[in-house]
């Protein structure tokens, strides 16, 4: 059974991922009115993503007897100065989300919940992969500069992710 402190914190991570799929799907509109559907592409397999996380940890607050309570998600920006920017942000974000995981892992422990804690490891991994994939881009739009051959270049590249749950056992 899920204790109530637990419970309520799990409750705001599944808002907290929500509000990433939703701040990706702004993300993306952004790119596709700046003419970059490649990275819009990216931003919208990285939207599913975060869904499915949220739905991850819905699944689990119902499986260990817990209720979960939705909240509003709140607006996200829709404006960015550059494609760097935009990245900086993802970094930026995923930073936050690594921070909130990190707390409900600290809380597991505290409360002695050794499932949720054991369910929460999955998150501590993707949120590592999560940051450096950020990263990964941003070194790459950094080496581009204003060199708009080589974002065309990248925005093909970008434009080849599809998002592809983990298989059962991992999800």
């Known amino acids: 059974m899920l204790n109530k402190k637990l419970e309520k914190a799990l409750n705001d ?9 939703y701040l990706y ?4 509109a952004h790119f596709e009115a700046a003419g970059l559907p490649g990275c819009a592409k990216w931003m919208q397999a990285q939207t599913q993503e975060e ?8 699944g689990f607050v119902h499986g260990r ?3 979960v309570e939705l909240k509003a998600i709140a607006a996200p920006p829709t404006r960015w100065v550059s494609p760097l920017a935009v990245f900086e942000s993802v970094l930026a974000h995923e930073q936050k989300v690594t ?3 990190n ?29 450096a994939n950020a990263s990964a881009i941003i070194g ?5 500069g204003k060199d708009s051959g080589s974002l065309f270049a990248l925005d093909n590249e970008l434009g ?10 991992q999800a």
């Open 13 to 21: 991570q599944i808002n907290a991922e929500f509000y990433s799929s």
């Open 25 to 28: 799907l702004a993300m993306s």
């Open 51 to 58: 869904w499915f996380h949220g739905m991850k940890m819905y």
């Open 65 to 67: 007897g817990g209720r």
């Open 99 to 101: 921070g909130l995981i």
């Open 103 to 131: 707390d409900l892992v600290d809380l597991a422990l505290k409360e002695k919940d050794h499932a949720t804690n054991i369910f929460l490891q999955w998150f501590v991994s993707e949120q590592v992969e999560e940051e």
């Open 140 to 144: 790459k739009l950094r080496l581009i």
């Open 160 to 169: 080849q992710r599809v998002f592809t749950p983990p298989p059962p056992e």
